[in-house]
């Protein structure tokens, strides 16, 4: 029933920046948390960020956190994310994900995307060196 769509994606030079955007449709949110995921060709997918949709609180892999920022607009249903000082590793499918329930251990790990609710279809980041 919640539809995702994934803007933003594109090819930028090793330092550059990208803000990535996710509009949500079908239903009025609250207590939810949406977030990113991304895939890289070979990888499996891999947890980035994510927010809360009712408090705002931030969620980030370890590998973006200080790069990456995560934000939503409660009037558009829309998540962010703005990517800085961008690396060629940080090329891949960015999916656009929803769950009820963050599956955080508290311990810097979030689950596996089988364990969110719906996805988008993906927008793709290159990295270029």
């Known amino acids: 029933q919640v539809q995702l769509v994934e803007s933003g994606g594109g090819l930028v030079q090793a330092g550059g920046s990208l803000r990535l955007s996710c509009a949500a449709s079908g239903r009025t949110f609250s207590n939810n948390h949406m977030g990113w995921f991304r895939q890289a060709p070979g990888k499996e997918r891999e947890f980035v960020a994510a927010?809360?949709?009712?408090?705002?609180?931030?969620y980030y892999a370890s590998s973006v956190t200080g790069r990456f920022t995560i934000s939503r607009d409660n009037a558009k249903n829309t998540v962010y994310l703005q990517m800085k000082s961008l690396k060629p590793e940080d090329t891949a499918v960015y999916y656009c994900t929803l769950s009820t329930i963050l599956p955080t251990d508290g311990k810097g790990r979030f689950g596996t995307p089988a364990m969110y609710d719906s996805w988008g279809q993906g927008t793709q980041v290159t990295v270029s060196s």
């Open positions: 927010i809360s949709w009712a408090g705002g609180r931030t």
